[in-house]
């Protein structure tokens, strides 16, 4: 059975003995309730490293006050299977005790954090670059995984190894989707069946954004406008913003003469799903 360590420390002896040996390592972070998505990256991690260690925790410094920690899905077991049968060397799951000791420092990018999911969660970026910059001070990966569903998260993530120079090369993975086109997430779990047939209209509503500008519409207000009569269409659907920015700054654009990012954030009832494709 693979090893789920709970502390710092532990990480670390796996970690070390590995470099002596001279071995490479790739590192998962996830929030655990793993599904195809996460084991998409966990698969190209042990592809391209020798050892992985994937991160199994639910992180409270990212979710806002009246945000869903407390039930947020866990189950360690179903992740351990997932994760062994992925290849992974061992799982890291702590308890938010042993990655908070206290701590009065957090880590933030600016700008880039602001707009998008930064609008609504305007502390949830600076939870997750805390969270990840530990991450990468404990396990000291040669590169890490993440994916582009929540691409946002990924930039800014590139952003913070920039800028603090970590020595870790940050790998992109595409979205993982549903056979209908729902993109995986552990959220989706919250959905009833009526709930879950809306949910549909996300990545409808991208299709028709994405086909648009491949068929050379270059205005930005129109592939919106598009996007968001889609979503609107359904009842349960509720917006929260359906964005194009360029790709590098996160900044809106009128025209999409760059490489872009067209991303979406939509509660279907209680639930609050993300969505996107990139034109590069």
Not at 26 to 40: A, F, Q
Not at 117 to 140: D, E, Q, W, Y
């Amino acid at each position: 059975m693979i090893p789920v360590v709970k502390t710092i420390d532990e990480v670390r002896k796996y970690v070390n003995e590995w470099r002596r040996a001279g071995k490479t390592v790739g590192l998962v972070p996830t929030m655990g309730y793993l599904h195809e998505g996460h084991r998409s990256l966990i698969v190209r991690a042990v592809a391209e490293n020798d050892c992985v260690v994937v991160s199994d925790f639910v992180n409270p410094t990212q979710f806002g006050p009246n945000e869903d920690f407390e039930s947020y899905p866990r189950d360690i077991n179903a992740d351990a299977s997932l994760c062994e049968g992925a290849g992974a060397s061992i799982i890291f799951n702590p308890e938010p005790e042993e990655m908070y000791d206290n701590a009065l420092t957090t880590v933030s990018v600016a700008e880039i954090t602001s707009g998008l999911c930064g609008k609504t969660r305007p502390t949830h970026f600076a939870g997750v670059c805390t969270v990840v910059s530990k991450l990468f001070n404990i396990v000291k990966p040669d590169r890490a995984y993440f994916g582009q569903k929540d691409a946002q998260q990924l930039c800014v993530i590139r952003k913070m190894v920039k800028d603090l120079n970590f020595d870790i090369e940050i790998v992109g993975c595409p979205i993982v989707r549903e056979e209908d086109g729902l993109a995986k997430s552990s959220r989706n779990t919250y959905l009833s069946e009526e709930e879950r047939q809306a949910a549909l209209c996300l990545s409808r509503s991208l299709k028709k954004g994405r086909k648009m500008i491949e068929d050379g519409e270059h205005s930005t207000e129109k592939v919106i406008a598009a996007i968001r009569a889609e979503i609107e269409s359904e009842k349960l659907a509720k917006i929260d913003y359906v964005e194009i920015v360029a790709l590098d700054t996160l900044k809106p654009v009128s025209e999409i003469n760059v490489p872009v990012l067209a991303a979406i954030a939509v509660y279907i009832g209680k639930t609050r799903l993300i969505d996107n494709f990139i034109i590069e």
